[in-house]
């Protein structure tokens, strides 16, 4: 088992940046695909970015591919999501998953830890 908590998120202005970071405690970190998905108020949570165990392999939504950038920290059991140029459609609560079972999925029901979320705001 794994516990999962994110911080980092915040209001910024349209264009800026934000770095999320996810903890991870309990079981090794390097076992789990991670992954980072979404919810705005009224949508379901969607798929944002995931990366291998290993750190070599990423996977990003269209909406986010060139902006984002997820990366890990296996040595801090730390998980990273870079958001640059944001977008008033990013705004929504942000949830690190994890998967222990399987490679990189953009599938929420694939993982089977997640954290509590962060929310960002992103003003116009």
């Known amino acids: 088992q794994v516990q999962l908590v994110e911080s980092g998120g915040g209001l910024v202005q349209a264009g800026g940046s934000l770095r999320l970071s996810c903890a991870a405690s309990g079981r090794t970190f390097s076992s789990y695909v991670m992954g980072w998905f979404r919810q705005a108020p009224g949508k379901e949570r969607e798929f944002v970015a995931t990366?291998?165990?290993?750190?070599?392999?990423?996977d990003y939504a269209d909406s986010v591919k060139g902006r984002f950038t997820i990366s890990r920290d296996n040595a801090k059991n730390t998980v990273y999501l870079q958001m640059n140029s944001l977008k008033p459609e990013d705004t929504a609560v942000y949830y690190c998953?994890?998967?222990?079972?399987?490679?990189?999925?953009?599938?929420?029901?694939?993982?089977?830890?997640w954290g509590q979320g962060t929310q960002v705001t992103v003003s116009s």
């Open positions: 998953a994890a998967r222990y079972y399987g490679t990189n999925s953009r599938t929420a029901g694939a993982y089977e830890y």
């Open positions: 990366i291998s165990r290993s750190g070599l392999t990423t």
